[in-house]
C-alpha cells in the first residue's frame, strides 16, 4: 500500500462518460502502462434512524459504509467528519441488527468500477461512477507504490497525473494535510472516495449533458 490521490475528471465537451474513459485509458496505454485486472470500489449511506433522534434528541448522521476490492475481506465505515471504521466483511451483517439506529437509503448507493493498469511504480484505476444503472462520472486514483510518506512524493504523483491528465490533475487532496509525516493507510484512500462521492451526488441535483 503506497500513497494514494482519488480525484474526479470531468466529461470531455461532446463525449460521453465511456468515451472519456477510453480517452483517459488510451493515453495510459500510450506511455507504455499495462492492464492488471478490474476494481471496486462501492459505497452504502445509512442515516440515523428516526425514532432514534425523536428520543435522545441528536441531530441526524449519515455513516458511509463502504467496500474496496482492493482490500476483499474488509469493510469501512465512515463518518463524514470521521473517524474511519475498519472491520471485516461480516460488518454489512451487523448493520442489518442495527437497523433500529442505522437506516440503510438504499436510493444513494454509489460506486466506481474500471481497469486497473500499472506503469512502472504507479498503480491507476479509471473507472465509471455509477448510481443505479446511470454513469454519474469518472474516477481516477494513482498510487505510488514504494513510498507511505505523502509529503515525500506528492511533487512525483503530481507530475505524472499531468503526463495523461493534463488540466485536470488534482490538488493536493484535504487528507494529505492532516497526514504531515505520518504514513500513508487504505482509511486515507476510503475518504477520499467518500468525498468524491458524495462530491458526484451534489453535482446531480442537475442533469449533466454528455452523461449517458
Known amino acids: ?71 476483499p475481506l474488509s469493510c469501512f465505515a465512515l463518518f463524514e467528519s470521521g473517524p474511519c471504521l475498519i472491520a471485516d466483511a461480516n460488518f454489512d451483517i451487523l448493520m442489518v441488527k442495527l437497523k433500529g439506529f442505522f437506516q440503510n437509503a438504499k436510493a444513494n448507493k454509489i460506486e466506481t468500477r474500471g481497469t486497473r493498469y500499472q506503469y512502472c511504480d504507479f498503480l491507476v484505476k479509471v473507472g465509471t461512477v455509477t448510481m443505479g444503472p446511470s454513469a454519474r462520472g469518472i474516477s481516477v486514483e494513482v498510487e505510488y507504490c514504494p513510498c507511505v510518506i505523502a509529503n515525500d512524493c506528492w511533487s512525483l504523483l503530481m507530475e505524472f497525473m499531468q503526463s495523461f491528465m493534463g488540466s485536470h490533475a488534482p490538488g493536493l487532496p484535504s487528507v494529505f494535510g492532516t497526514k504531515h509525516d505520518s504514513i500513508y493507510s487504505p482509511s486515507d484512500t476510503m475518504v477520499q472516495y467518500m468525498e468524491l462521492f458524495n462530491k458526484i451526488r451534489k453535482q446531480q441535483q442537475v442533469p449533466v449533458a454528455g452523461m449517458r
Open 1 to 71: 500500500m503506497g500513497v494514494t490521490c482519488v480525484s474526479q475528471v470531468p466529461v470531455a465537451e461532446g463525449k460521453s462518460v465511456q468515451q472519456t474513459v477510453e480517452l483517459l485509458t488510451r493515453k495510459l496505454e500510450v506511455l507504455g502502462a499495462e492492464k492488471q485486472g478490474t476494481f471496486c470500489v462501492d459505497c452504502e449511506t445509512y442515516h440515523t434512524a428516526a425514532s432514534t433522534i425523536g428520543t435522545q434528541g441528536q441531530t441526524g448522521k449519515l455513516m458511509y459504509v463502504m467496500h474496496n476490492s482492493e482490500y
